[in-house]
């Protein structure tokens, strides 16, 4: 075996699987030039921070309403035609993003942008299963999940600097056309997609459902308990960093770009040895990391002490490959796709309330939403520890 044959190997790059997430690095690498910075631009275009919240639910809601019938395309269409149709109505999101000229547009844009980022997810899923076997299939996550989150380190940095040099509404606008042209090579890579599955047309959403491993559903009530933690502070971070703590908004980019950097550096090691003897410990590192997180934030006092805050939040991805794993293991392999749409439909939907919470506490105390995300983050920990059990989890 070859040096890059034994590589190959190493970090199960099976060819539609590379394909697939090298799309998902390109348009990632566009998208992220501005995501981030969103609220400062829905700030711009005067929304207040209840709208921000209100932003951030609508992503859950659309995000959540979105997976079921994105597996369900990706089961019906085919994987390839599927990618297209959802690179194609992203694209009409990013337009309509440029060209808004008062924040309400950018409900609508969001609408369409969040078809790439949610309907998409199951195909992605779907082809890892589709491709690798369950030994490997941790591994295949681990690819997919480093060029996910290495435009996240790059591009950050640049839209960060970007909008600091001509401002956010430009800046912002700026990254959108990059992202469309970024969209179209995305467009060229996805024809090259070749996977044949066999699946059920008949299969309704009830028959998913029933399909679903018994430690599957207690794993996705410890993963809604989780990212209700995750949503009630994600949207409103940002604001909390450059208008709480006072840091601009390239030191925020920074930020981000060292809690991508931390979750790279765990991936690899974490995916193998997660293989190899079991995907609980690394999810409860991970459940663990998007508790402490938010209180980390909050008790930082300087930037030196944030920079240790996002650290803990890169340690959210340890267990990343190894959850998607399982939900892939346990769903069965003639309606795969849409088994990771409707629980990942059952997970955003179950969530949609919490960013718009955290905007409302908000108004509190910046730091209430914080605490609580905090404390909800531990209870779902202890939730996962105890209810799903270890046999299952490897």
Same mark, same amino acid.
């Given at each position: 075996?070859?040096?890059?044959?034994?590589?190959?190997?190493?970090?199960?790059?099976?060819?539609?699987?590379?394909?697939?997430?090298?799309?998902? *690095?390109?348009?990632?690498?566009?998208?992220?030039?501005?995501?981030?910075?969103?609220?400062?631009?829905?700030?711009?275009?005067?929304?207040?921070?209840?709208?921000?919240?209100?932003?951030?639910?609508?992503?859950?809601?659309?995000?959540?309403?979105?997976?079921?019938?994105?597996?369900?395309?990706?089961?019906?269409?085919?994987?390839?035609?599927?990618?297209?149709?959802?690179?194609?109505?992203?694209?009409?999101?990013y337009l309509v993003y440029l060209f808004s000229p008062s924040w309400p547009f950018l409900f609508l844009g969001l609408a369409l942008v969040m078809?790439?980022?949610?309907?998409?997810?199951?195909?992605?899923?779907?082809?890892?299963?589709?491709?690798?076997?369950?030994?490997?299939?941790?591994?295949?996550?681990?690819?997919?999940?480093?060029?996910?989150?290495?435009?996240?380190?790059?591009?950050?940095?640049?839209?960060?600097?970007?909008?600091?040099?001509?401002?956010?509404?430009?800046?912002?606008?700026?990254?959108?056309?990059?992202?469309?042209?970024?969209?179209?090579?995305?467009?060229?890579?996805?024809?090259?997609?070749?996977?044949?599955?066999?699946t059920s047309r008949t299969t309704g959403i009830v028959g998913v459902w029933r399909s679903f491993h018994s430690a599957l559903k207690r794993l996705?009530?410890?993963?809604?308990?989780?990212?209700?933690?995750?949503?009630?502070?994600?949207?409103?971070?940002?604001?909390?960093?450059?208008?709480?703590?006072?840091?601009?908004?390239?030191?925020?980019?920074?930020?981000?770009?060292?809690?991508?950097?931390?979750?790279?550096?765990?991936?690899?090691?974490?995916?193998?040895?997660?293989?190899?003897?079991?995907?609980?410990?690394?999810?409860?590192?991970?459940?663990?990391?998007?508790?402490? *997180?938010?209180?980390?934030?909050?008790?930082?006092?300087?930037?030196?002490?944030?920079?240790?805050?996002?650290?803990?939040?890169?340690?959210?991805?340890?267990?990343?490959?190894?959850?998607?794993?399982?939900?892939?293991? *346990?769903?069965?392999?003639?309606?795969?796709?849409?088994?990771?749409?409707?629980?990942?439909?059952?997970?955003?939907?179950?969530?949609?309330?919490?960013?718009?919470?955290?905007?409302?506490?908000?108004?509190?105390?910046?730091?209430?939403?914080?605490?609580?995300?905090?404390?909800?983050?531990?209870?779902?920990?202890?939730?996962?520890?105890?209810?799903?059990?270890?046999?299952?989890?490897?």
């Amino acid at each position: 075996m070859t040096r890059r044959e034994r590589l190959t190997d190493f970090l199960s790059l099976e060819r539609n699987v590379s394909i697939a997430s090298a799309a998902v *690095f390109l348009l990632g690498l566009g998208e992220e030039l501005w995501k981030k910075f969103l609220p400062k631009y829905l700030e711009a275009l005067g929304a207040t921070t209840l709208i921000i919240g209100l932003f951030g639910t609508a992503e859950d809601f659309f995000d959540a309403i979105y997976q079921y019938p994105g597996g369900w395309l990706a089961d019906r269409l085919g994987r390839r035609r599927a990618f297209l149709i959802f690179v194609a109505i992203a694209s009409a999101g990013y337009l309509v993003y440029l060209f808004s000229p008062s924040w309400p547009f950018l409900f609508l844009g969001l609408a369409l942008v969040m078809a790439w980022q949610s309907m998409a997810s199951p195909a992605i899923f779907a082809v890892i299963g589709d491709a690798l076997p369950r030994e490997r299939r941790a591994m295949g996550f681990t690819l997919q999940s480093i060029l996910k989150r290495v435009p996240i380190v790059i591009a950050p940095l640049a839209g960060g600097a970007l909008i600091a040099s001509v401002g956010v509404i430009k800046g912002i606008r700026t990254g959108l056309v990059i992202t469309l042209v970024l969209a179209a090579l995305t467009v060229l890579l996805l024809l090259k997609v070749n996977i044949t599955v066999q699946t059920s047309r008949t299969t309704g959403i009830v028959g998913v459902w029933r399909s679903f491993h018994s430690a599957l559903k207690r794993l996705l009530v410890s993963d809604v308990i989780i990212r209700t933690c995750e949503g009630m502070t994600g949207v409103i971070t940002i604001l909390y960093v450059t208008n709480v703590q006072h840091f601009s908004i390239a030191r925020y980019g920074t930020l981000v770009a060292i809690q991508m950097i931390t979750s790279i550096i765990v991936y690899i090691p974490a995916g193998k040895i997660a293989d190899r003897v079991g995907r609980k410990p690394f999810v409860i590192v991970t459940f663990l990391s998007f508790a402490l *997180f938010p209180l980390a934030l909050i008790a930082a006092s300087s930037f030196t002490i944030l920079v240790l805050a996002f650290i803990v939040g890169g340690l959210r991805e340890i267990g990343e490959p190894a959850r998607k794993a399982m939900i892939v293991d *346990f769903a069965q392999e003639n309606v795969r796709a849409r088994s990771v749409g409707l629980y990942y439909l059952v997970r955003s939907l179950s969530i949609t309330p919490a960013a718009a919470l955290g905007g409302l506490l908000w108004r509190i105390a910046p730091e209430v939403p914080f605490v609580l995300a905090g404390i909800i983050g531990l209870i779902g920990t202890l939730v996962f520890a105890v209810t799903v059990e270890e046999k299952y989890a490897g």
